[in-house]
């Protein structure tokens, strides 16, 4: 496939991931959170299998395989969708879309402790640019740090759990098809966020009931859509164009994001929001390698057309 093609392929993803957090803002308004975000998880990890299995890319797990995709899952799908469910609960979702916008950025800070990545000037620049657009963002109440809200701190902890659960899969998605990987995260995160929330919200079942059908087309296109097969083709992207180029896209995420929760939520977008978005832009080019690579590859080509 072309790479013009991959492109569009991680904007339309991008475009989805970003009404997504519009979407899921939606179904915990309409929802018990975690026990929907537990039957969401669930008809989106099924749909992968299903996929998976008509294209006969399904098989079981090695011991070694199964302890890093259950750790993964821990952070990537339980923690992960848990604070981000009770985040999005108790922010504005033009909040939540420019926090979560922090995911690449986290992950590289992430890799230099844990993956041995180098930590250069201007990686430390992206780092200081990016939690800066965050501060913006969360101290836009103008109460100080005493005003930031619970619900951001708790989209923030999603974010960086998430982070921390690909340095985990980058160390088994040698062996392992990163989509049948998600399928079996989704799945198992999903039985264990039903047992959380089976203890935090004893009525949660009692909530999925008597909802109008305009709702469920958006659980069900949250599930199918953005989380199952926006993932998949995510991950073929990335195998395509590689890890750089393709988390330069996911920048767009939070301007998505920023764009349905006003035309969508009627929110409106602050000046401090701008700012935000602009410095956690900036710093998720410089911290994630992107602005190196670029300047490298750009180098690289006019050598060859000396």
Known sequence: MKKQHIYLILFCIMVVWGLNVIATKILVANFMP????????????????????????????????????????????????YFLSIGLSQTSASNGGLILGMGPLLTALLSVFFLGSVLTFVRILGVLFGFAGVAFIVLQSGGGFHGVSHGDFYVFLAILAQAASFVLIKKVSSTLDPRLMTGYMLVMGSIILF?????????????????????????????????????????????????????????????????????????????????????????????????????????RDQQMHV
């Open 34 to 81: 975690v026990t929907m975000t537990a039957f969401r998880v669930f008809t989106a990890g099924m749909s992968v299998f299903i996929i998976l299995f008509l294209f006969k890319k399904v098989r079981k797990l090695t011991k070694k395989e199964f302890k890093y995709v259950f750790f993964a899952m821990l952070l990537n799908v339980v923690a992960h969708h």
């Open 195 to 299: 047992g959380i929330s089976q203890i935090v919200e004893p009525n949660g079942m009692a909530s999925m009931l008597h909802h109008s059908t305009g709702i469920w087309a958006v659980f069900f296109s949250s599930a199918i859509i953005a989380t199952a097969i926006g993932h998949m083709l995510y991950n073929y992207a990335l195998g395509e164009v590689g890890t750089t180029e393709a988390s330069v896209f996911i920048n767009l995420n939070p301007f998505f994001s920023l764009i349905g929760a006003a035309l969508f939520l009627g929110e409106k977008i602050v000046l401090t929001q701008i700012i935000g978005f602009v410095l956690i832009l900036i710093g998720v080019v410089f911290g994630s390698g992107a602005f190196e690579e670029i300047s490298r590859k750009i180098k």
